[in-house]
């Protein structure tokens, strides 16, 4: 890893922290601007921490450390930045993807619903991440490939490094417009350039079972749901979505500032 620009081999001490999940191919960051964004203004926000993060630094830092870990140049790679509250910064090689760019996964997994509320679950925090590890801990025990969190009132998390979607009739729904995140920015964006409605309401239960599609986003691209309980889903404009995504340069990154 790089920790505050200097590669180290060490175990850090347990800290709280806010992170992104980069997709990066050929060792070059994707919208790192833009998470550099979203994760200084959040920082500043929440703990009052400024920081002197730039988009070439950490460009050639990722660079540095993917290099040094000698993985190929030919698959999407994800990186993972966080910053922490005192306002030290570290890079962690994340997953090696099947594929090189954005796509729609070939695997459509079989989701269980786990009811767990989250705190703050709009921020992408170190508290968020235990949460959601616990919860796909709990789905492949049971027999299922991933799984969705669902808050105490029926509701699902909002997670912003893995938004989920539901299609119904060409109208995607997506989570509100204040859970700020590339993932989000990629999902609206490529849903209104296929056509899609885009309305934004928090998903329910029943919005679920009354789908036609379910999908998540992440560094990766787009999965589409397969089954969650016993509603099976159509894969169809997921493919669409997935292959505007790799297309797409973000615009107007900087009005889902509300709400942190």
């Not at 991440?129 to 105490?152: C, N, P, R, T």
């Not at 292959?243 to 889902?256: F, G, P």
Request: hydrophobic share 40%.
């Amino acid at each position: 890893m790089i920790y505050n620009g200097e590669l180290q081999n060490l175990q850090l001490p347990d800290q709280v922290y806010l992170y992104q999940n980069i997709h990066t191919l050929n060792y070059q960051p994707r919208y790192l601007g833009h998470h550099i964004e979203i994760l200084t203004t959040m920082a500043e926000s929440i703990w009052q921490t400024k920081t002197t993060l730039t988009e070439k630094k950490i460009s050639k830092e990722i660079y540095q450390l993917l290099d040094t870990s000698r993985l190929s140049r030919n698959v999407s790679i994800c990186v993972i930045l966080r910053l922490y509250a005192s306002g030290d910064y570290s890079i962690h090689v994340g997953e090696v993807s099947f594929y090189a760019g954005y796509v729609l996964r070939s695997l459509r997994p079989v989701i269980k619903c786990i009811e767990m509320d989250v705190a703050m679950s709009a921020l992408p925090s170190s508290a968020r991440k235990a949460s959601y590890d616990l919860a796909h801990q709990m789905a492949l025990v049971d027999g299922y490939h991933e799984s969705i969190m669902i808050d105490s009132s029926g509701l699902v998390v909002e997670d912003p490094l893995r938004p989920v979607a539901t299609i119904k009739n060409y109208t995607l729904r997506m989570p509100s417009p204040s859970l700020w995140s590339v993932e989000c920015m990629l999902l609206e964006q490529a849903a209104e350039l296929s056509g899609l409605n885009v309305t934004y309401e928090r998903i329910s239960l029943s919005d679920i079972a009354n789908a036609d599609e379910v999908l998540t986003v992440t560094y990766q691209g787009v999965t589409s749901v397969s089954r969650i309980g016993e509603k099976n889903y159509f894969v169809s404009l997921a493919d669409k979505i997935a292959k505007t995504i790799e297309t797409l340069e973000l615009q107007n990154t900087s009005q889902k500032k509300t709400n942190l």
